[in-house]
């Protein structure tokens, strides 16, 4: 018999724009899973570390520094 579902407490809210195509892939993830975008972003976020390649992250995020600079600290 499968465990009773229950539903994960999401306290925090903020607004976020995203781009056309991260908002895509985000679709696509709801699609799949059948999540909303609260609770795909929050899976996401709280495993981030096992699911992103750690070199790879900072080799995506120096690409962009060097397409779209970097904002001094605590300025966003």
Do not use: C
Request: hydrophobic letters at 35%; aromatic letters at 12%; a neutral charge.
């Amino acid at each position: 018999m499968p465990a009773k579902s229950k539903r994960l407490p999401l306290p925090k809210r903020f607004s976020a724009a995203l781009t056309e195509d991260a908002y895509a892939k985000l679709r696509s993830l709801n699609d799949e899973w059948h999540y909303g975008n609260n609770y795909l972003l929050t899976i996401i976020l709280e495993n981030f570390d096992r699911i992103v390649d750690g070199k790879e992250f900072e080799k995506v995020m120096q690409e962009f520094v060097e397409i779209y600079g970097q904002p001094d600290k605590g300025k966003m």
